[in-house]
C-alpha cells in the first residue's frame, strides 16, 4: 500500500482493481455513476444532480482527514475506468438504534459494473485494509430489497441486527466483529 501525500488514504490494489483516494477530476465519472436511476435506486431512489455530486466527493475526501478512514474510488486496473465508490465512515446517521462510534462500510458500483463480482472484491479488498489499519468492528446499513448488496455484506461476515427506519425507507443493518 501506498500513502498519498495529499489525503492520507492509501492506494489498495486487486487483480482487477485499483482502490485510490479521489480526485477532483474524477467528478464527471462520478456523476454518471450517482445520477443514474438503476444505481441509486437502493440508495435514496433518487438520482444526484452535479452539485449533489460533487458535495459527495468532498466529503469523501475530508473523511480521511478529519477520521483517519473513509471512501477510496474504485477504478478498474486494466482501463482506469471509474467503477465507483467504497469506504468507510462515520455519517452520524439518525437512525434508532444508533450506529453509535461504529464505523460504517458502504459500496455503490457503476450498472456497468454490475453482477461480475467487481462489488465483493472491492468490498473485500477495502475490509481487507480496514481489518490491518483500524482493527474494529464495522456495521453498514443496505435496503432489504438490495439482493446483490446484502449478498457481498454477508459473504464478507456482516450479520443482520435487525432493521430499521432512515430517511422514510426500512434499511437493514449488519455487524462485522473486529477481526
Known amino acids: 500500500m501506498n500513502r498519498s501525500r495529499l489525503t492520507g488514504a492509501p492506494v489498495v490494489e486487486t487483480e482487477r482493481l485499483r482502490l485510490r483516494p479521489h480526485r477532483a477530476s474524477d467528478h464527471t465519472a462520478m456523476q454518471a455513476v450517482w445520477s443514474d436511476p438503476v444505481v441509486v435506486r437502493h440508495v435514496g431512489g433518487q438520482p444526484s444532480t452535479p452539485e449533489e455530486t460533487w458535495g459527495r ?4 475526501a475530508g473523511l480521511w482527514h478529519l477520521l483517519g478512514y473513509g471512501y ?3 477504478e478498474d486496473r486494466a ?3 471509474y467503477v465507483g465508490d467504497v469506504g ?7 437512525i434508532d438504534p444508533p450506529l453509535g ?3 460504517e462500510a458502504g459500496w455503490v458500483l457503476g450498472a456497468g459494473w454490475h453482477g461480475r463480482g467487481y462489488g465483493a472484491e472491492a468490498v473485500g ?7 490491518g489499519a ?3 468492528g464495522l456495521a453498514c446499513i443496505v435496503e432489504p430489497e438490495n439482493e446483490a448488496s446484502l449478498r457481498i455484506a454477508r459473504r464478507h461476515g ?6 430499521t427506519a432512515y430517511k422514510g425507507a426500512t434499511v437493514a443493518v449488519l455487524r462485522r466483529p473486529a477481526p
Open 125 to 131: 479488498a477495502l475490509l481487507g485494509w480496514a481489518d
Open 72 to 74: 477510496f474510488a474504485v
Open 79 to 81: 482501463t482506469g475506468a
Open 158 to 163: 456482516f450479520v443482520d441486527t435487525g432493521t
Open 134 to 136: 483500524l482493527g474494529r
Open 57 to 60: 466527493l468532498l466529503r469523501y
Open 88 to 94: 468507510i465512515a462515520d455519517f452520524n446517521r439518525a
Open 101 to 103: 462510534d461504529t464505523p
